[in-house]
């Protein structure tokens, strides 16, 4: 049974930085795409990162280009989703997921499994 939790969030002001990790149990990952996504309050859940764990490719949303980045530690099998220069609208619930497809999808029907998520605030 795939088994992933978040860990990492808080408070933070904006312009800081965080690090969400999601740890992953179940299964050898190695095939898997694991992502990242966010859900705030009254909108819908987005697509933050995606990494295909074997190759390493990411993609990344155009609103986190450049501030986040998403990696993985295949000893702890872990996925990292680094934050920097945090904005209070990057305030939300991050769910980690996974999906046993290797591609990147953006589309969170496209995932299998769920975390229960983590949540992020960010104050001005």
């Known amino acids: 049974q795939v088994q992933l939790v978040e860990s990492g969030g808080g408070l933070v002001q904006a312009g800081g930085s965080l690090r969400l990790s999601c740890a992953a149990s179940?299964?050898?990952?190695?095939?898997?795409?694991m992502g990242w996504f966010r859900q705030a309050p009254g909108k819908e859940r987005e697509f933050v990162a995606a990494?295909?764990?074997?190759?390493?490719?990411?993609a990344y949303a155009d609103a986190v280009k450049g501030r986040f980045t998403i990696s993985r530690d295949n000893a702890k099998s872990t996925v990292y989703l680094q934050m920097n220069s945090l904005q209070p609208e990057d305030t939300a619930n991050y769910y980690c997921?996974?999906?046993?497809?290797?591609?990147?999808?953006?589309?969170?029907?496209?995932?299998?499994?769920w975390g229960q998520g983590t949540q992020v605030t960010v104050s001005s």
């Open positions: 990494i295909i764990w074997s190759a390493g490719l990411t």
């Open positions: 997921t996974a999906t046993a497809r290797f591609v990147l999808p953006r589309n969170s029907r496209q995932y299998d499994y």
């Open positions: 179940g299964r050898t990952f190695s095939g898997y795409t």
